[in-house]
Structure formats: C-alpha cells, structure tokens
T-cell receptor, first 116, second 112 residues
C-alpha cells in the first residue's frame, strides 16, 4: 500500500522568507511518480512539479525547487523568496507506475500562510 | 486558458433533486477522474474512466452515477444526495507518461 505523509499542518512566514515543505512517502513499487500540487482558496488544484523514481536529480524552476531522496523516501519542496500569492494548501502526491491510469495518493496537505 | 472546465461552479440542491456536474477537457487525454474533497482534507478519488470506460469505482454510493459520453466529456449525475455529500467535486485528466493529473476548478456542492 502507498502512503504519503506531510507532517507540517501549517507554516506561516513573512514575505521574502523561504518555505520548505516536507513530504515522506511509502511504496513497494520500484516505479512511481511524485508530485506537488498547490490549492489556493479558489479551490483549483494546480500541478506544480513531478519526479519519477528513476530520476533523483534535483532541480530549480523559478522560485520552486525540490529535493528528492530515495534513501529517505522524501520529496521536499521549497519556495524561495515567498510572496503573498504563494498562500495556499500544498499537497504532495504519489502515483504508482506501470503506465496505468494510476491513483493519486495525496498527503494531508500543508497550509502555507505568507504575510506581507 | 483553463484546459479542464467544470460547470456549474456552485450548486445548491435539495435531497430529492436530480442534478448533474459536467467536466470537459481540451487536452486530448484518455483518462478522466472524479474526486470529492471535504474542507481541510485532501481529495478522495471516486471514479476513473480510461478510454471512455469505467475502470475504477472506489465503492461510491449509487446516488452518484458517472457517465463518459466521449473522450472530452465527463458527467456526474446526482440523485437523492445527503447533506454529508456537500463538498468540492473536482474533475481531472491525465495522459502523460508521468501520470500527472490536471484538475478543473471544481464544483462546490451544497446539499440541503
């Protein structure tokens, strides 16, 4: 069975501070995919980043960066120089592979509050 | 532009009403999903359609009836709902090799 844990319920920061969101996952599959989604108050889930189990290269995309470590089953996400518009709930999600139309297992979500 | 659209944005219905939620995707994807999301919780999968056939039903009560008329459209027919069914209903689609799902803006449903 797959499981995703986001231990941080809420993080509050002042604008321009960096925010790091933790995600720990469990899966028995060797092929799997990890994602981060953002859900602002409007409700729409916005896809942010993805990583597959064979690619541990960490990347930076604009103000977003992620740190994928298979050894610790972690997929952490960082927002650099936070802005008020970053205020949202962030979900980490796992999909087991095999090329199927897989289920997304979401973590509980972390509420990020950025104040001016 | 939003490539997954959902209508209506908001819906209020009584327990004896029949209504439908609609989802349309313009991404050419072959799998579509319905999720239910209660406040302060992650989305919960309800149904998956792949190539217009129902492939996953997560033991959803029969008062929710999905329909996939074609590869671009997904409906969720609602009948005799309960107040606890009030939630945000999200449609998603996927077609990429990473199984990343793209979501619509959702329908906020209130059952009185």
């Amino acid at each position: 069975a797959q499981k995703v844990t986001q231990a941080q319920t809420e993080i509050s920061v002042v604008e321009k501070e960096d925010v790091t969101l933790d995600c720990v996952y469990e899966t028995r599959d060797t092929t799997y995919y990890l994602f981060w989604y953002k859900q602002p108050p409007s409700g729409e889930l916005v896809f942010l980043i993805r990583r597959n189990s064979f690619d541990e290269q960490n990347e930076i995309s604009g103000r977003y960066s992620w740190n994928f470590q298979k050894s610790t089953s972690s997929f952490n996400f960082t927002i650099t120089a936070s802005q008020v518009v970053d205020s949202a709930v962030y979900f980490c999600a796992l999909s087991e592979g095999g090329g199927s139309w897989g289920k997304l297992q979401f973590g509980a979500g972390t509420q990020v509050v950025v104040t001016p | 532009d939003t490539e997954v659209t959902q209508t209506p944005k908001h819906l209020v219905m009584g327990m004896t009403n029949k209504k439908s939620l609609k989802c349309e995707q313009h991404m050419g994807h072959r799998a579509m999903y319905w999720y239910k999301q209660k406040a302060k919780k992650p989305p919960e999968l309800m149904f998956v359609y792949s190539y217009e056939k129902l492939s996953i039903n997560e033991s959803v009560p029969s008062r929710f009836s999905p329909e996939c008329p074609n590869s671009s459209l997904l409906n969720l027919h609602l009948h005799a709902l309960q107040p606890e069914d009030s939630a945000l209903y999200l449609c998603a689609t996927t077609g990429g090799s990473y199984n990343e799902q793209f979501f619509g803006p959702g329908t906020r449903l209130t059952v009185l």
